[in-house]
Nanobody, 121 residues
Framework: QVQLVESGGGLVQTGGSLRLSCVASGRIFSINDMGWYRQAPGKQRELVATITHGGTTNYADSVKGRFTISRDDFKKMLYLQMNNLEPEDTAVYYC???????????????WGQGTQVTVSS
């Protein structure tokens, strides 16, 4: 069974840092674009950062200069280094990956179950 599993969330004070990790497991042939999204209570899920297979990154304006996305394709890992955290960053963070997996004929989107990040003021 193919799945994405996030870790690294938690409670941190304003100005603190956290590093989120996401690991892909299962019979995976190839991983294309990957990204982090978040959803705060009462709000829609929003893009945080994405990274292409070639390493090109894209960030939401609200996190530019504070967050860094990276990936390790050998380990099938995705990371999000979050610095200078603000209460507005409080949300459930989801890992997303476009993957080609066994028993399928094309790439498809996969999502993790999410990890909670809470920033106290």
């Amino acid at each position: 069974q193919v799945q994405l599993v996030e870790s690294g969330g938690g409670l941190v004070q304003t100005g603190g840092s956290l590093r989120l990790s996401c690991v892909a497991s299962g019979r995976i042939f190839s991983i294309n674009d990957m990204g982090w999204y978040r959803q705060a209570p009462g709000k829609q899920r929003e893009l945080v950062a994405t990274i292409t297979h070639g390493g090109t990154t894209n960030y939401a304006d609200s996190v530019k200069g504070r967050f860094t996305i990276s990936r390790d394709d050998f380990k099938k890992m995705l990371y999000l280094q979050m610095n200078n955290l603000e209460p507005e960053d409080t949300a459930v963070y989801y890992c997303n990956a476009e993957m080609w997996v066994a028993s399928t004929t094309n790439f498809a989107d996969y999502w993790g179950q999410g990890t909670q990040v809470t920033v106290s003021s």
